[in-house]
C-alpha cells in the first residue's frame, strides 16, 4: 500500500509499505494493506513503518490525522521528525513547547488532551536511547 508521511515543512517519506503504526488518538493502531477506510487524529508519538523489503523506519510525529483507505495511508501531521533529527534536545523542547501551550488553555477537555500528549512524549523520550 502507499504511505505517505507529510508535514507542512517536508514530505517525510512517500512509498509502498506492508504495514504502518500509528499513536491515533483512540490508540495505537496497525494499518496493513486492505484496511477499512478511516480518518483517524494522532497523537504525538512515533509512528513505525516496515517497507515491501521488511525493514523497518521510525518517525515521531507531533499530532496530525490519517487517512486510511484499502490501499494508501496518508500522515498530515503538524511536525515530524526523522530518526536523525530525534534528539533528547528536540524531545526536549517539543514537550516545553506542548507545556507552554497547556498553560494558557482555558477549555479543561484540551487541558486534559495535552497531558496526554505530554506524557505520550515523555515515554517516547524514555524508551529511545540517546
Not at 499513536?23 to 480518518?39: F, I, K, Q, R
Amino acid at each position: 500500500m502507499l504511505f505517505e508521511l507529510i508535514s507542512p515543512e517536508r514530505v517525510l517519506f512517500t512509498g509502498e509499505v506492508r504495514a504502518v503504526m500509528l499513536p491515533a488518538t483512540e490508540g495505537d493502531m496497525t494499518v496493513m494493506p486492505g484496511h477499512e477506510p478511516t480518518m483517524a487524529m494522532l497523537h504525538p508519538g512515533i509512528v513505525a513503518i516496515t517497507d515491501v523489503q521488511g525493514h523497518g523506519h521510525r518517525a515521531f510525529v507531533r499530532g496530525g490525522f490519517a487517512q486510511i483507505t484499502g490501499d494508501s495511508v496518508t500522515l498530515l501531521v503538524e511536525r515530524a521528525l526523522p530518526p536523525e533529527e530525534l534528539t533528547r534536545d528536540s524531545l526536549d523542547e517539543e514537550i516545553l513547547r506542548l507545556e507552554t501551550m497547556r498553560e494558557a488553555m482555558r477549555d479543561d477537555k484540551a487541558r486534559r488532551e495535552a497531558d496526554f500528549a505530554l506524557s505520550r512524549l515523555e515515554q517516547v523520550r524514555a524508551t529511545l536511547s540517546f
